[in-house]
């Protein structure tokens, strides 16, 4: 079946820390993987995805990098800042329709001025 | 885009209660999901629609949970009778099949924040 494992939680770190919360995932064919992040009282909302092996999803900072052979999809920034707290989610869409999404259980970050 | 809009925001009933909560998905988009998210089970889906017409809802956990979507741009959650257990935050999402993953995601409301006393 299909499934989504990040690293538990939560995070904590100091502003302008190194960031990296790991996923893998379980997929047959080939998913599209996403990373969704939820602030305080809000939404889920869409912060970057992937399509294919090798692609490479960025945005405000943030990248993840698809690898198909390591079935990771890691979130990585190079210095966090306090407004980054929030829960992240990892997510994988297995037959590329944005229907049957999965998503790993979140990844709580705090970070600290 | 006004993006999808959800009411209400909060609510609080009393257990017993008929609880009904909305969703406008965004235009033009051909999904919609209702989600639960609780701390004990993490983000959970209920039902999807496609084109207004339900399309799996073996995630919705019991009789008490029932959903509508009348036409394209308004779909209801409803509980009948809410028990505390039901407290949580649900949550509405749309997509668009547009045949191209590049351009194919969910997206997501700000939340129903439901406590059932």
């Known amino acids: 079946g299909n499934s989504v494992t990040q690293m538990e939680g939560p995070v904590t770190l100091s502003e302008e820390a190194f960031l990296t919360i790991n996923c893998t995932y379980t997929a047959t064919g080939y998913p599209s993987l996403f990373w969704y992040v939820q602030y305080p009282g809000e939404g889920l909302q869409l912060l970057l995805k992937a399509t294919k092996a090798d692609d490479k999803g960025s945005n405000k900072g943030f990248e993840a990098t698809y690898r198909k052979e390591t079935t990771s999809f890691h979130l990585e920034k190079g210095s966090v800042q306090v407004s980054d707290s929030a829960v992240y989610f990892c997510a994988l869409d297995p037959d590329n329709y944005g229907q049957n999404f999965v998503f790993g259980p979140g990844t709580r970050l705090s970070v600290l001025p | 885009d006004a993006g999808v809009i959800q009411s209400p925001r909060h609510e609080v009933t009393e257990m017993g209660q008929e609880v009904t909560l909305r969703c406008k998905p965004i235009s033009g988009h051909d999904y919609l999901f209702w989600y639960r998210q609780t701390m004990m089970r993490g983000l959970e889906l209920l039902i999807y629609f496609n084109n207004n017409v339900p399309i799996d809802d073996s995630g919705m956990p019991e009789d008490r949970f029932s959903a509508k979507m009348p036409n394209a741009s308004f779909s209801t959650l409803k509980i009948q009778p809410s028990e505390p257990r039901d407290s949580a935050v649900y949550f509405c999402?749309?997509?668009?099949?547009?045949?191209?993953?590049?351009?194919?995601?969910?997206?997501f409301g700000p939340g129903t924040r439901l406590l059932v006393l």
């Open positions: 999402a749309s997509s668009k099949t547009a045949g191209d993953p590049s351009t194919t995601t969910q997206y």
